[in-house]
């Protein structure tokens, strides 16, 4: 059933698939509560809601037994001009990536459905997740063997990097369970260096400091003492993710028709990204990831660089 479930989720255009076996993270728990206490999460308060859930796979659905992860690489090598508002890799896409994971897992749990039965997953509850619940999915992703999580904070995946998607699926059967990867940051500290904001320490993310929070999370204007690190970021940011060792080695292009990048991201002129509308937002990116931080902040932050780039 294992390799069933892995080569299925190949077929569908995932880049990797692993499993792990659901039980509660405790380790993860008290790293998380220190973390909370810190107040690490900055405004981000849903962090600290259902703890429990978040920490154990069977309180979030119960009767899980088996997490089974997958990555999808979004790294493209395209680049926008050198001189406008930068936007991460991840938001590129014509389409949000949580619609195309959302549609791609789907597939792959009805395939398992049609081959093994209901019984595999507890319908009664949420057991397929994007970036937007209670799970830690990078947790998961290095426990099913797919990468290690890096300095930086994110999942490194060999021969992949850390640009991917990661979704999970939880379900009501055993399965063979695969090896975590060894930790292949030894002693670099690239990323760190590379922060302008001093945002990682080696271990965790002070999100308040980071710029991709700052630019898209928080809900009020970016930090004073943030603006004149921004580098031009007005939605998220790559620059930890740019200068790994690892990435440089393993970042290609994907090859995800869903994730078919926005020409507009590439051709805009810091002009036309000034006197973008409300309107012509909408419109550019009413499918995409962008549309969560909302017109306002969008603009917003693009005024608190606008002396920079023009």
């Known amino acids: 059933m294992t390799d069933f479930i892995k080569q299925k989720a190949m077929e569908l255009g995932f880049d990797a698939c692993g499993v792990a076996r659901a039980e509660a993270l405790f380790d993860d728990a008290a790293f998380l509560k220190s973390w909370l206490e810190k107040g690490m ?54 389409v949000d990536y949580h619609t195309v994971i959302k549609s791609m897992l789907s597939d792959l749990e009805q395939i398992i459905v049609d081959k093994y039965g209901s019984e595999v997953v507890n319908s009664g509850f949420q057991h397929r997740f994007v970036d937007s619940a209670p799970v830690l999915e990078r947790r998961w992703a290095q426990r099913a063997g797919l990468g290690w999580i890096g300095k930086h904070t994110q999942l490194i995946a060999p021969h992949i990097g850390s640009f991917c998607f990661i979704g999970v699926l939880f379900l009501s059967v055993g399965l063979e369970y695969d090896e975590p990867v060894k930790n292949r940051c030894g002693s670099c500290t690239r990323c760190i260096d590379a922060c302008p904001t001093n945002a990682l320490n080696g271990v965790s993310l002070h999100a308040g400091k980071c710029i991709s929070y700052q630019t898209i999370e928080k809900k009020s204007e970016v930090d004073a003492e943030i603006i004149p690190n921004l580098n031009n970021c007005v939605i998220g940011c790559d620059i930890c993710a740019d200068v790994c060792p690892w990435n440089k080695k393993w970042a290609k292009p994907h090859a995800t028709k869903q994730l078919e990048p926005l020409p507009e991201i590439y051709s805009y002129s810091v002009d036309n990204w000034n006197s973008l509308r409300v309107e012509e937002f909408n419109s550019l990116f009413r499918n995409s990831a962008i549309k969560r931080a909302g017109y306002q902040k969008f603009k917003q932050n693009i005024s608190l660089i606008r002396k920079k780039i023009h």
């Open 41 to 94: 999460n900055a405004d981000m308060h849903y962090l600290e809601r259902n703890f429990e859930k978040r920490i154990d796979p069977t309180v979030m659905v119960p009767g899980t037994k088996s997490v089974v992860v997958v990555l999808l690489n979004y790294y493209t090598d395209k680049q926008q001009p050198v001189d406008v508002p930068r936007i991460a890799r991840y938001a590129h896409s014509v």
